[in-house]
């Protein structure tokens, strides 16, 4: 029997098992054979993948070693922890599951798990608040080759992107305004600046109309507005460039140094592209960007947690959850029920044509 209530799925990209060579390999290898990630022809990316594979996993490994919880992977952990807290929220007007794109739980099982427990209706929310083909669309590629597999269909909603959504933008302000009330507030005339940073992405991407920057942009200027930032208090940047390939800019680790060699006083970093701490922020932003800032000549370096299981984040989840979850009561409508007494009452009316007579009167 159809379960009464929907089901909401989050899914974040993934993370490897465990911070070992082995388990980071295992996940590169999945996330760089994306086509939506790599849009380079496959017999040519295949051999630099190869070398990739043969090379960074090591490095990598001992970087995740470096930020590993007891729990485990910090981005497993914490939206696991969003689920729960969701699922809290919802209560019992959805079931919320965590999937993950490149890693388990993959979201073709969980889907699988859901159908065999009764779910028909499923909501799909990529955790990420700007839209990017490398990020949400590739969700929804995934989604879409699992229907392909199934005989009998789900409904299947999902939501796009919400870089300027209410409860968003109040969670990454709230977040900052914590964090004010013991720092202080910068002073934006002294040259201490919030630098959103988000994660890059190839300029011939951007440039084939992808509208990655336009929402980060939007994100960038519905915060400044928010806090009341002066113009070129808040500046936005890019981080997580690999290659030689072009990527939209400016880089976050070249802002952070040249604010470092004017000796800015201090730096505030928010990273509003990710809901859960990762590599990308604690080692990256945390430790690497730092270290590069301090040794330029920079001063106080500040980076504002703002997603995890902080109430605003699931509070941002949970209004495009109720927003797209409209009209999937958890109870089913009744079906209709014959009047007869209405039937007998009404006046004459046309007879339902035979199919010959229908065939007749579509021609």
Not at 35 to 49: A, F, T
Not at 54 to 82: C, D, F, N, T
Not at 221 to 229: D, M, P, S, V
Request: overall charge negative; some cysteine.
């Amino acid at each position: 029997m159809p379960a009464k209530a929907p089901a909401v799925v989050l899914v974040n990209l993934g993370t490897p098992a465990e911070p070992t060579p082995a388990a980071v390999r295992t996940f590169l290898r999945k996330f760089l054979s994306d086509r939506r990630v790599i849009e380079m022809n496959p017999l040519l990316w295949r051999p630099i993948l190869s070398i990739i594979l043969a090379v960074r996993p090591l490095s990598v490994a001992a970087k995740y070693k470096a930020i590993w919880l007891e729990q485990g992977s910090p981005l497993m952990h914490y939206s696991v922890q969003q689920a729960k807290r969701l699922q809290e929220e919802l209560g019992q007007d959805a079931t919320v599951r965590v999937a993950m794109r490149y890693s388990e739980p993959t979201l073709p099982k969980v889907l699988d798990e859901l159908y065999a427990a009764g779910h028909r209706r499923v909501l799909v929310i990529p955790a990420y608040p700007q839209y990017t083909a490398t990020c949400g669309a590739t969700v929804m590629d995934e989604a879409a080759r699992w229907l392909l597999t199934t005989r009998d269909h789900v409904e299947l909603r999902t939501v796009r992107s919400f870089p300027t959504a209410p409860a968003y933008v109040e969670a990454l302000a709230a977040s900052l305004e914590r964090h004010w009330r013991e720092a202080g507030r910068p002073d934006f005339e002294a040259g201490e600046r919030v630098i959103a940073s988000f994660h890059s992405i190839p300029a011939a991407m951007h440039n084939a109309g992808d509208p990655y920057r336009s929402e980060c942009e939007a994100t960038s200027a519905a915060l400044a507005e928010r806090l009341g930032i002066p113009a070129g208090g808040l500046v936005t940047t890019y981080q997580s460039v690999f290659g030689r390939a072009e990527w939209i800019g400016p880089a976050t680790i070249d802002t952070v140094e040249a604010l470092g060699k004017e000796h800015c006083p201090r730096v505030d970093v928010i990273c509003p592209g990710f809901v859960a701490d990762c590599l990308e922020t604690l080692e990256e932003i945390d430790q690497l960007n730092r270290e590069t800032f301090e040794q330029a000549g920079g001063g106080a370096f500040h980076y504002v947690r703002w997603g995890n299981d902080s109430a605003g984040c699931v509070a941002a989840f949970a209004e495009q959850a109720r927003s797209a979850l409209s009209g999937w009561t958890p109870t089913a409508p009744a079906p209709l029920q014959r009047d007869d007494a209405a039937v007998a009452a009404a006046p004459d009316s046309a007879p339902v044509p035979a199919a010959s007579n229908l065939a007749h009167m579509l021609s």
